[in-house]
C-alpha cells in the first residue's frame, strides 16, 4: 500500500471529503433541497459528520489489521472533517431552524434532550478540533492529548444517543441501528485491544 | 373532480396555496415508511378500486358503502384548508370533498353515540411500512360526535381538484383543519360509532406525547418541542425564510372555540 503515501492521496482525500458540503452548499443555493430545505439540509449534514466519526474511528483498526502504517496521515484529516461537518450541522440548525434566536435555542436545548446531547458532543469536538495543532500537541504533551482525545469515544456514545433520540418520535431505528452496530464495533475493538494488551 | 367552491365558513383562505408537488411528495403515511419521501415513493402499490367503507357501531342504518356511492353521497365542494403537522409544518391545501356530517346524518346515529371512530387500511401485501411495527396497525384515529359533525371537518375524495393521489390518503379520507395533521386519516375503511373515546394510534404509543384532541395549540408544546410556530412548505425564500408564528387551532378558532368551552386545554391536549 505504498501508494497510500503518494503526496497527491491526501489533497484529493481532502477534495472528496469536501464534496458533500459543496454539493449541499449548490443544491441550496440552487434550490434543490426539497419541500423542505432547511430539514433537508440539518439532516444531510448531520448523516455526513456521523460518517466522517465512523471513518476516523476506523483508521487505528484499520492501520493495525493491515498493518498499513500509512493510514495514521489521514487521521487528523479525517478528525477534522468530522468537527466541520458537526459544526454546519449546529450552525445551519441554529440559523435555519432558530433564526439565530438565542432565546429559542436555549429553551430548545433545554427542552430537547437530543438537542442537548448534540449540542454537547459538538463542543467536545470544539476542544478536540482547538487542539489538534503540532504546537498545542507538543505543548500539552503525548499522554495528556492522547488522555483529552479519547473524548472521541464519548462524541461517539453521544451522537448515537442524539441520533436514537432524534428518531425517537418516529420508532424507526433502522439507519441508527446501522450507524450504532458501525461505531459499537470500532470501540469494542479497542476494548478487546486494550484487554488483550494487559493481559499480556 | 367537479367541485364547487365551499360556503362553509372558515373553508376558504386567501393564502397562497401550497404547490400539487410539494402536497403530494412531502408527507407522513407511516403504512408506506416514515419518511416524508417515502408515500409518494411506495403508495402506488395501494389498490384504491374496488373500495368500501363500513359504517357500524352506534347507527340505526349501519351500512358498506362503496366509493363510488360516497363520490355521489353529497355535492363535492372545494375547500382550501391550512394544515399543520404536529412536527412543526404547514402547508395550504385545496381538498375535494364534503362535510363528515353529511354521511353521519345519513346512518343516523343513536342517541348514545358521542364519539367516532376511523380506521385506515392496513394491508401487508401493497403497503410496506404495515410490514413494521412502528405503530400497531391498523392505524385508528377519533373524534368527538361534536367534532366529527362540526361542517369544517371535511370527508375529502380530493385535491388541486383532482382524486386523491394514493400517498395523500385516497381513495377517501377525513381532513380536520384545526387539528394536528395525524388526526386526519387516511384511506378509510371503516366508520364506528362508540359510546365510549376510542383509543387512537398515536394516543397508544406516546399517550403522554399525543392526546386525543390534539388541537392545534401554540401554547401546549409537544414535550420534546415547541409548537409556538411553524415552517409553512414552499415559502418565498426558501431556506431562508422565517418560521411563521402557529395560530390557536389553527387559525379557526372562530369557527372551533366553542367546542371546548370551558375545557383546560392543557389538561386536554
Known amino acids: 500500500m505504498r501508494w497510500l503515501g503518494h503526496p497527491v492521496v491526501k489533497p484529493v482525500l481532502f477534495l472528496w471529503l469536501l464534496a458533500p458540503a459543496g454539493y449541499l452548499f449548490w443544491a441550496a443555493l440552487a434550490d434543490q433541497l426539497g419541500a423542505n430545505p432547511a430539514e433537508a439540509l440539518i439532516r444531510s449534514l448531520g448523516d455526513w459528520a456521523l460518517r466522517m466519526l465512523v471513518a476516523v474511528l476506523a483508521v487505528t483498526p484499520l492501520r493495525e489489521i493491515t498493518g498499513w502504517a500509512v493510514l495514521a496521515r489521514f487521521r487528523r484529516m479525517l478528525g477534522l472533517f468530522v468537527f466541520f461537518y458537526a459544526s454546519l450541522h449546529w450552525v445551519s440548525y441554529a440559523w435555519f431552524d432558530m433564526g439565530w434566536e438565542w432565546s429559542d435555542i436555549v429553551s430548545d436545548i ?11 458532543a459538538w463542543l467536545l469536538l470544539l476542544a478536540l478540533a482547538a487542539t489538534s495543532f ?9 499522554l495528556r492529548w492522547r488522555a483529552l482525545h479519547r473524548g472521541v469515544y464519548a462524541v461517539a456514545v453521544l451522537a448515537i444517543l442524539h441520533f436514537y433520540w432524534m428518531r425517537a418520535g418516529k420508532s424507526d431505528f433502522a439507519e441508527v441501528a446501522v450507524y450504532a452496530v458501525l461505531l459499537g464495533t470500532l470501540l469494542a475493538w479497542r476494548l478487546w485491544r486494550r484487554r488483550r494488551r494487559l493481559a499480556h | 373532480l367537479a367541485a364547487r367552491p ?6 376558504q383562505t386567501v393564502e397562497r396555496v401550497t ?8 408527507n407522513n403515511f407511516y403504512e408506506f415508511g416514515t419518511d416524508k419521501s417515502d408515500p409518494v415513493q411506495y403508495a402506488g402499490s395501494m389498490k384504491t378500486r374496488p373500495w368500501t367503507v363500513a359504517v357500524e357501531g352506534l347507527v340505526n342504518k349501519p351500512q358498506v358503502l362503496g366509493i363510488d356511492d360516497l363520490l355521489k353521497l353529497a355535492p363535492l365542494e372545494e375547500r382550501v384548508y391550512r394544515l399543520r403537522c404536529v412536527e412543526g409544518w404547514s402547508m395550504v391545501i385545496p381538498w375535494v370533498g364534503y362535510s363528515l356530517a353529511e354521511l353521519i346524518r345519513k346512518v343516523e346515529p343513536q342517541g348514545s353515540a358521542k364519539f367516532v371512530e376511523f380506521t385506515t387500511l392496513a394491508d401487508p401485501g401493497t403497503m410496506r411500512g404495515v410490514r413494521g411495527r412502528v405503530l400497531d396497525w391498523p392505524y385508528i384515529e377519533g373524534l368527538r360526535m361534536d367534532e366529527a359533525l362540526h361542517p369544517l371537518t371535511l370527508l375529502a375524495v380530493g385535491m388541486y381538484g383532482q382524486v386523491l393521489p394514493n400517498q395523500n390518503g385516497a381513495p377517501v379520507r377525513l381532513v380536520v383543519p384545526w387539528k394536528y395533521g395525524f388526526k386526519s386519516a387516511k384511506s378509510l375503511v371503516k366508520i364506528r360509532f362508540l359510546e365510549r373515546q376510542p383509543v387512537n394510534s398515536w394516543g397508544r404509543s406516546a399517550p403522554q406525547e399525543y392526546g386525543f384532541y390534539s388541537n392545534v395549540n401554540p401554547d401546549v408544546p409537544h414535550p420534546r418541542w415547541s409548537q409556538a410556530t411553524e415552517r409553512r412548505i414552499g415559502e418565498e425564500g426558501g431556506l431562508f425564510a422565517k418560521r411563521r408564528k402557529t395560530e390557536r387551532f389553527n387559525g379557526y378558532e372562530a369557527q372551533v372555540g ?3 368551552a370551558g375545557m383546560d ?4 391536549y
Do not use: M, Q, W
Open chain 1, 110 to 120: 433545554y427542552r430537547r434532550p437530543f438537542i442537548l446531547v448534540g449540542t454537547l
Open chain 1, 134 to 142: 503540532n504546537r498545542v500537541i507538543r505543548y500539552l504533551g503525548a
Open chain 2, 6 to 11: 365551499s360556503a362553509v365558513a372558515g373553508a
Open chain 2, 19 to 26: 404547490s400539487y408537488d410539494h402536497a403530494s411528495s412531502y
Open chain 2, 258 to 260: 366553542a367546542l371546548y
Open chain 2, 265 to 268: 386545554l392543557k389538561t386536554f
